[in-house]
């Protein structure tokens, strides 16, 4: 599993590096619940300098948006939305960050322990 990620990871740096798109369209699953986070997480995206378009789908999840490669990458997008709150695959949001967001907004099922068991 392990090497499976880096390979990945290797084989989405290697496609930064060979061809940076102006205007590249990406999905990225979001973890939230409602309207709330979803003015949150969209605010949080399009803060991210190079961050041209951003739309997250309270039903799916999923976080669209199209970004400028040579100013932005998809990490740096991650950051800037685990920072308000909320979880991303790659990254989590800590446990102060999410504690920021609204009662009604508390998508973890089991919000006591950051190292939630994974499904
Ligand atoms: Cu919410």
Partial sequence: MKKL???VILMMTTAIT???EKNKKLTMEVDGKCEMCKTRIEKAALGVKGV???????ASHDLSLIIDERK???????SAIVKV???TK???ASKEAYAEVHPCCKYREDDTDDSEKHH
């Fill in 85 to 87: 709150g909320h979880d």
């Fill in 52 to 58: 041209k378009y951003a739309l997250w789908d309270v």
């Fill in 18 to 20: 060979f061809g940076q």
């Fill in 72 to 78: 932005t990458d998809p990490m740096k997008v991650k």
């Fill in 5 to 7: 990620m880096m390979a």
């Fill in 90 to 92: 790659e990254l989590k």
